[in-house]
């Protein structure tokens, strides 16, 4: 390169702009009069993250000597993946001057990605030739229509007005971006008015006469190179690179050899002979619907609210495609259903003769449609009954029976070995439930069970304490209370409200009222615990765990077509010969009356239903063994897996799903369920204020009249003993009293703080639940 041509700068008006990163050598004097690339690639992803499309496939023609394909490849790539997207296939065209018989080349490819299930196909690089080219092959294919996605970008998009109605009939729904521009200055007009004269004048044929942004850019590249020279005198790629000034495409200033200034883009829509414009994309706000425009040239976002208006989608559609097609389009999806469930609260399946059509509802299938409702596209489907074991309808999604299956399907490792499965949408694990009966044993010292030990000892402690208080206080002017039998007896009388000492002293009075108050309280909690305990504490299971079913040989229940028999005999080596299979509810009922099955074994959500339907006296026992919960069922890479997890998700942060499972559960025979654990000892923590207020006061008269004793000489070494040993038991009382406090305090802490380990096979839990027909 001479000395006298290096200066000389060279203006590139290709859209978008090649960064210097994506060519291995760009000289200094390489001006380019568009943006940015990688903000291209960005608008495209906001795009596809708008509409939730995991994944897209990317056509893009090399038509120019430097390649970028690789560079241009990979920023889309990292901007999808910040939108959870990315590239599942991509087409490479080669430019059609390069080619024999460009028609039988586009085509070619668009056969190889119709048969793919992919239905987002991004145009990434593109000349206008094979544009027009490809979105006709396209309509002739039938990949125009209904459920297919087509994105253009600026350098398609932004001629979209010089264009004849009858491409952009080939072109109905494509979605867009183009830069945007200022239309409402006097500049403008003026352009715009001389464009459409001189172009009309020379191209009488065209239909559209209207400069797009490339036009604008040209002009203003012309502009600053003639104002670059009219003020210096002459031109070179320093002094253009220090220009600065408002032209018709932007504020023309430059950094790094690009234009400096972030662009906005109108998203538009193509329908009928143009295009709509639905919404406007910056780098720095994201989508919005509307935007102000000023002369100066500057462009204020408004309402910038992410959402985009309404869309008109290839085939005329008004609901956004779902971004993917199973191998036969028009044919809904075959979810398999299972039909010979023990439980069919969850799913049901019934035949109508006399309308010859089955009918397939439940917990389940209510669940399933809920979710559907909040996907944000159609979802063709149709229930087929399937009469196998639940292992066998899973393992028809895999072998492409079925496309995907709904129903109270158990999420267990080994069938993921076959298919992938959907967030639980019931939480679940394996409970032992077995029949209850008479405790007598338990009844003879129930009223001790009501506290625990630790507020008996509280409590007689501080009793006894008090009482000696007021014994000590009274003992000198009141001649009810000589003598220790005295104390004994107003401490027993005090606690029924009974007592008949007359109380002399106001300091007695101040130590006895917040104690009556404690008293009142805990003879309160002390009765609704004790009542609570006699209805249900005189029962215990029949079988208290899973070892004793092993050691007597005793025979155990379980669905027969659910992973339940596999389970026993692998994980908790129950010998085959003693499980029961059980084809209904009802039956688990007969096999209990008639002495067929000592245990039987359920998922949570089917043990509540059994539990709330038969009011007989049943509880769960044993530990429950973690499982992974219920969810849907559908094939490996399946699209549709992680979109109904989330309308899961957003079914049951609506509180939707907890109002279904109310409904389960409230259409069942019992009215009400009693807990056999739901009544623990009670402990002094709920009493812990009053007992720190009363002991406070007590303690304090206890020193005031320990010290006026002493000062009046009254106090012989009889009373100094008794005091001595009130006090030592005072103390103990306070120390007690704090450090039961902070352990109850740190406990807590740790339980609202601990997160259970979700990989824990085990979890040992007491009897949980029992029924109980109460009269």
Known sequence: MSKTTKNIPIISLTSPAIVAALVPFQPPFFIQMANDVTLHMQCIAAIVGQFKWQKVTTIYENNNGVSSESATLTLLFDSLQAVGSRIEHHSTIPSLSSVSDPKATVEEELKKLRSKNNRVFIVVQSSLELAILLFQKANQMGMMKKGYVWIITDEIASLLDSLDSSINYNMQGVLGFKTNFVYSTEAFKQFKTKFRNKYGSEYPEEENANPSVFALRAYDATWAIAHTINKLGSVTSEKLLESNFDGLSGKISFKNGTLSQLPIFRIINVVGKSYREIGFWSPKLGFSENFIEHDSM???????????????????????????????????????????GAFNQFVRVSYDQELNRTFVSGFSIDVFEATVKRLPYELPYTFVPFYGSYDEMVQQVYYKGLDASVGDVEIMPDRFQYCEFTQPYVESGLVMVVTIKPDNLKGIWLFTKAFTKKMWLLMVTLHLFIGFVVWLIERGGNPEFEGIAAMLWFSITVLFFMQRETIKNNWSRLVLAPWFLVILLVSASFTASLTSRMTVSQFEPSVPDIETLQRTNAKVGCNGNSFIVRFLTNMLKFKAENIVKVKSMVDYEDAFNRGGIAAAFFVVPHAKVFLAKFCKGYTTTGPTFKLGGLGFVFPKDSPLTIDISKAILEVIQSGELQQLENNLLSSNNCSSWIDLNNNPELGPEPFYGLFLVSGSISAFAFL?????????????????????????????????????????????????????????????????????AVP
């Open 298 to 340: 500057e462009v204020k976002i408004v309402n910038s609210s992410g959402i985009l208006g309404p869309m008109f989608w290839p085939g005329g559609s008004l609901t956004v495609p779902k971004g993917w097609a199973s191998n036969d389009e028009d044919k809904p999806l075959q979810i398999g259903v299972p039909a010979k």
């Open 704 to 772: 005031i009249i320990t010290v006026h004793l002493v000062r009046s000489r009254q106090l012989n070494l009889h009373l100094t003993s008794t005091t001595l040993i009130g006090t030592r038991v005072w103390i103990w009382a306070i120390i007690f009293l704090i450090r039961t406090n902070l352990k109850f305090q740190f406990t807590n802490r740790r339980r609202s703080s601990i997160i259970p380990d979700p990989g824990e096979e085990l979890n040992e839990i007491k009897p949980t639940c029992v029924v109980v």
